[in-house]
């Protein structure tokens, strides 16, 4: 009994307990580097901020890695000039992508909390959340090859790989100039951040609704005290309840008849 309520008590103080963030090698490498991007973002204006900005990126990302992950079957068919235009344009899209996302952190004073890293088949992944984060997913991910980011998820969508599930469905429907124009244009756009309201789970809404009901936390609480009132009942019961005598009776198999509790 001693041994069941031990175990109890500490697997409800291992829920209750906050999740601790394993700092390693990738992670104080991510950190350190995008502290960097968001200070030289969060500055005052001047001239060639913006080429600032997109230096401390790059030491970040390995967008020429990212570039040729981006290319398919399709890519291989095109001229080597047209291959390198849309390689160009692809990079520079994505480079534009975390500049909006950059602005929009500095701009909303979001917080990120570093919570984990891991090792996978292709590299050291580093798992971070926004605050307030969405219940349930895992907002930022980075995976680290050597010494930059060779990918980056936002809540669970990998950036790179949806900008060329876009670029391919435009390839199949234009031709390649337009695909290229077309992401000449939105690369030439200004860098402006997000509102809000305008990203689905990474950005707290402008206005949002009111859970109803109880909260994770506060349920595996009340799973947890309830739990351990029983049992601790249960100990004080059995410890001054005293032993019930059997009865003998003739009729019965085992010749013991207890009466019911």
């Given amino acids: 009994m001693r041994f069941w309520w031990a175990a109890l008590v500490g697997f409800g103080l291992a829920l209750l307990l906050p999740r ?3 700092a390693g090698p990738a992670t104080k490498l991510v950190e350190k580097r995008l502290d960097a991007v968001f200070n030289v973002a969060a500055a005052k204006s001047s001239p060639g901020k913006r080429q600032r900005v997109r230096k401390a990126l790059a030491a970040l990302f390995d967008y020429d890695a990212m570039a040729r992950a981006m290319e398919t079957e399709r890519w291989a068919k095109l001229s ?20 909006v996302l950059v602005a929009t952190k500095v701009k909303h004073g979001l917080q990120i909390r570093f919570v984990d890293e891991k090792q996978s088949k292709r590299g050291r992944v580093v798992i971070a959340e926004v605050a307030p984060k969405r219940r349930g997913a895992e907002d930022l991910v980075f995976v680290v090859r050597g010494t930059r980011v060779i990918d980056f998820e936002l809540s669970g969508m990998s950036l790179q790989r949806a900008h060329r599930s876009q670029i391919t469905r435009h390839m ?17 756009k200004p860098v402006e951040p997000m509102p809000t309201s305008s990203v689905n789970g990474f950005f707290p809404p402008k206005r949002p609704r009111k859970r109803s009901g109880m909260s994770e936390e506060t349920f595996v609480a009340a799973v947890f005290a309830t739990l351990t009132v029983a049992v601790i009942a249960n100990h004080i019961i059995s410890r001054i309840r005293p032993a ?6 003739p009729l019965l198999p085992m010749g013991k008849l207890v009466p019911s509790r």
Avoid: C, F, Y
Wanted: hydrophobic share 25%.
């Fill in 172 to 188: 199949r429907r234009h031709p390649i100039d337009k695909t290229i124009s077309k992401l000449r244009k939105n690369n030439r």
């Fill in 20 to 22: 601790v963030a394993h």
């Fill in 80 to 99: 080597p000039g047209k291959r390198a235009q849309l390689r160009k344009e692809a990079r520079e899209a994505l480079i534009r992508e975390h500049e």
């Fill in 244 to 249: 019930t005598p059997s009865v003998t009776h």
